[in-house]
T-cell receptor
Framework: QKEVEQNSGPLSVPEGAIASLNCTYSDRGSQSFFWYRQYSGKSPELIMSIYSNGDKEDGRFTAQLNKASQYVSLLIRDSQPSDSATYLCAVNKGTGGFKTIFGAGTRLFVKA | DADVTQTPRNRITKTGKRIMLECSQTKGHDRMYWYRQDPGLGLRLIYYSFDVKDINKGEISDGYSVSRQAQAKFSLSLESAIPNQTALYFC?????????????FGAGSRLTVL
């Protein structure tokens, strides 16, 4: 079992729709959770972080965490073609929580 | 100038050659990481270092070695490159002062082993 699992996609949504990206993790001791966005040929960049159960909103992005179910999700409202990218779920673990493990990523296409 | 600089950006080499990928950063971060990215496999951690005297193996360290020459420099070496080490390699950094340990990535080094 992979430590961080994501559906590889591709996920295709029309412009203006809500895109829903999901991630599960195996280590209950994981402490911090992140979503990174990676455009083709570029390096990953952080878009959301979440540390406690519930929802965290930032503009069009909402991260959701359920530690009991070991589940993290990212909702993108009013999806735009510029949101087309690969979204990487990441989890911090290890002593002090400073080792970051990534999922394989979900490719998102937003159709104009 | 980039905060995290990787050299070379692209390299083609032959099986059995020794290769070094270099990473330098101007962010003043203590923690540095090397990841490789393969299609469909995401980012996998090779080695990480929390200070100059601290080196740790990641998920896939076999066939790789690292050197932390200074706080700002962290190099990845392939002693004898093989074709399945063809991948995109990323260096990343984070700050001891950041309890969330958010990573800042370099632009990547694309390595092809023939």
């Amino acid at each position: 079992q992979k430590e961080v699992e994501q559906n590889s996609g591709p996920l295709s949504v029309p412009e203006g729709a809500i895109a829903s990206l999901n991630c599960t993790y195996s280590d209950r001791g994981s402490q911090s959770f992140f979503w990174y966005r990676q455009y083709s040929g570029k390096s990953p960049e952080l878009i959301m972080s979440i540390y406690s159960n519930g929802d965290k909103e930032d503009g069009r992005f909402t991260a959701q965490l359920n530690k009991a179910s070991q589940y993290v999700s990212l909702l993108i409202r009013d999806s735009q073609p510029s949101d087309s990218a690969t979204y990487l779920c990441a989890v911090n673990k290890g002593t002090g929580g400073f080792k970051t493990i990534f999922g394989a990523g979900t490719r998102l296409f937003v159709k104009a | 100038d980039a905060d995290v600089t990787q050299t070379p950006r692209n390299r083609i080499t032959k099986t059995g050659k020794r290769i070094m990928l270099e990473c330098s950063q101007t962010k003043g971060h203590d923690r540095m990481y090397w990841y490789r990215q393969d299609p469909g496999l995401g980012l996998r951690l090779i080695y990480y270092s929390f200070d100059v005297k601290d080196i740790n193996k990641g998920e896939i360290s076999d066939g790789y070695s690292v050197s932390r020459q200074a706080q700002a420099k962290f190099s990845l070496s392939l002693e004898s490159a093989i074709p399945n080490q063809t991948a995109l390699y990323f260096c990343a950094t984070s700050s001891v002062g950041d309890p969330a340990n958010v990573l800042t990535f370099g632009a990547g080094s694309r390595l092809t082993v023939l």
